[in-house]
């Protein structure tokens, strides 16, 4: 066939086939090479560096409230804290909001021995969650060569490994490998959401 067509400013990009791993921007992108959007969220999430007034112990365990609204772990001579939040954003270069993490140290060091001084450094990511919140690996079933590589939320790095092999196992074998269940590659595949949903 031809190949592929989309607009990139002045120029025309060709391709056979396409992997859709924009992050927040997935649906976005994938819309430019005609694929209706999965429904992905991005979700802002927040991490700060902190200063603490003694060393933890280099056996510190990590520390997660029983309702998950913060968590801390050693960082060096300091603390790594999350206020884990999930706030629902717009694709963006996300920015932290200085007050809501000298809320969360306020709020560590009244409830637990942390024993916080001050931020070192704060920074903000996008997780992007599917709307099943389970990750989406494989070829779009609606747009030929159209490969979706998205929507491993908060768990990329766990991840990040299995989701590269399947996605290449997709590319060059048209399947993914005995390494992986049917049913885990299955629950991977965007049609699922296709089905539900299909485009008008």
């Known amino acids: 066939g031809e190949g592929w067509r989309a607009a990139a400013g002045a ?10 791993a924009a992050g927040a921007w997935a649906d ?8 209706a959007p999965l429904g992905l969220r991005p979700l802002r999430r927040t991490a700060a560096l902190v200063r603490l007034a003694r060393p933890l112990a280099p ?5 997660v409230a029983a309702d998950s609204g913060w968590y801390y772990r050693r960082a060096g001579d300091g603390a790594l804290v999350s206020p884990s939040e ?15 993490v000298e809320d969360l140290v306020a709020r560590l060091n009244a409830v637990t021995s942390l024993g916080a001084t001050g931020i070192e450094r704060a920074w903000t990511g996008l997780r992007t969650e599917s709307p099943d919140g389970v990750p989406v690996c494989g070829f779009d079933p609606e747009v030929p060569g ?3 590589l998205a929507g491993q939320s908060g768990y990329g790095f766990q991840t990040s490994t299995a989701m590269a092999r399947a996605a290449a196992d997709l590319l060059v074998d048209g399947a993914v490998g005995p390494w992986c269940s049917r049913e885990t590659a299955a629950a991977l595949d965007p049609v699922r959401f296709r089905s539900q949903h299909p485009a008008s």
Do not use: K, T
Request: proline share 10%.
């Open 11 to 20: 120029q025309q990009v060709r391709a056979r086939r396409v992997v859709v």
């Open 28 to 35: 976005e992108v994938a819309g430019r090479f005609g694929a």
């Open 59 to 63: 056996d510190h365990p990590m520390v």
């Open 86 to 100: 999930a706030v629902p954003s717009e694709p963006c270069d996300a920015q932290p909001v200085r007050e809501d």
């Open 146 to 148: 159209l490969l979706w």
